[in-house]
């Protein structure tokens, strides 16, 4: 956690609202009066959450807002239930009067929910407002034909599991806004309204609106988000893409997915379908010697990693992967590429292969870097969970808040966290 000073040396995040010391800066008119109170409220909870319990001198150095306005705005807080006071700092031999009052923000103002329905299991993680996560649930899921495509009635099943779990696990103590958001992570392609369009492991779902539905059974706000787009969010805020502007997170396979980040904000497309480059057909081109033998490009790949030689098959496979990241490389220019998926986990060579291959497709003035991804299979749950509180916070506090320190800070965050935290609800359905 840094320290307000720390925070002022570096120009921190609580530096984007200075006012003096009657809180309006000589602003006279009720609007603008009306959106620096919102304001200077969002931001003295948000330091309060990342930083707290504080007294309210740290808050107005950490912030930059005057004192006056820090004991306003944190006096509304503490009337809304929002804030709490969190005790007396002890004073030094230095100082004289009496110790001041610390306060912090009271995360159980509310909770939010994140769901991920895969094709093989479903993940449901619960946090409240500071981003501590309060429970957890994997439900693995048992078919006869391991490769048939999920059936609507399936995942209606495993979305009423998911309902009744949040139901249960959601306090709903004393001052708490209870349930205040749900997010839903699936494979597949959106339409700009949240329908679903297109979903190879779901192909029930498509033309539904799994957001309108969530809302409907939760009486919450509700969204849908794509499992590489939730993904990218926590890459971004979490792993490999820490510090990166503009980054594609890809499907490493003959048929290549991503999700694109441009400017920190994720890039969707005129369509929704920014990133889907298995459109492009390169059957004539570059055919895939395992079109529809996914076992077997697993297998063959878990056997180089064991040291068997490079096959030709995995050799063309290597090329038709490259061409498509080159191809996103070039459009989009970004500081990196990474990584995910089965084969990457079957065979980490692959993206050193990769990497020699791309300058073959692209100029010499235009390097491409590769990293691997490093959430693993939990990074949809945990993106869609980051982008959950953030809607949930903007909705609260009419200003959004940054990523949240807890999780940014969760030196475990992979798929054992998740059943770590409570090993015993990891369970089949």
Known sequence: MLSPGELSRRGGQYDGLVDDADGARGLTRGGRLLELRTRSAALTAQFLRDNGPVVLTDVATGTGLSRPTVMDRVGELVERGAAAVAGKRVATSKESGRPAMR??????????????????STHLLVSDLAGTVVAARRWLHERADAEWPVAADVVDERLRLAWTAIAALVPRPERSAGLLGVGVCLQG?????????????????????????????????????????????????????????SFVLATAWPTVAASVTIDGAPYRGARNLAGVMYRM???ALLPNPYDGDDAGLLRDLTERRAGAPLSADLAAVDDRIAV????????????????????????????????????????????LELRRAVLGPIAPVVGTLLSTLDEASSRLFE???????????????????????????????
Do not use: C
Request: proline residues 8%; negative net charge; hydrophobic residues 45%.
């Open 281 to 283: 057909d390169l059957s």
């Open 189 to 245: 392609l959106l339409g700009p309204d949240g329908i679903v369009t297109n979903s190879a492991d779901f192909p029930g779902l498509v033309g539904v609106d799994v957001a309108a539905r969530a809302t409907e059974a939760l009486g919450v706000p509700a969204r849908v988000h794509l499992d590489l787009a939730a993904a990218g969010v926590a890459e971004h805020r979490l792993g490999a893409a820490q510090g990166l502007a």
């Open 103 to 120: 306060y912090r923000f009271r995360g159980e103002i509310g909770y939010v929910a994140a769901v991920e329905i895969g094709k093989r």
């Open 399 to 429: 200003d959004r808040m940054p990523p949240i320190p807890r999780l940014t800070r969760a030196a475990e965050v992979t798929d054992a966290w998740l059943d770590g935290i409570r090993p015993e609800e990891s369970q089949r359905a």
């Open 324 to 367: 498509q990241l080159a191809a996103a490389g070039a459009t989009i220019d970004p500081e990196a590429i990474l990584l995910l998926g089965p084969a990457v986990e079957a065979d980490p060579e692959l993206v050193d292969r990769l990497a020699e291959r791309l300058p073959a497709y692209v100029s010499a003035d235009l390097p």
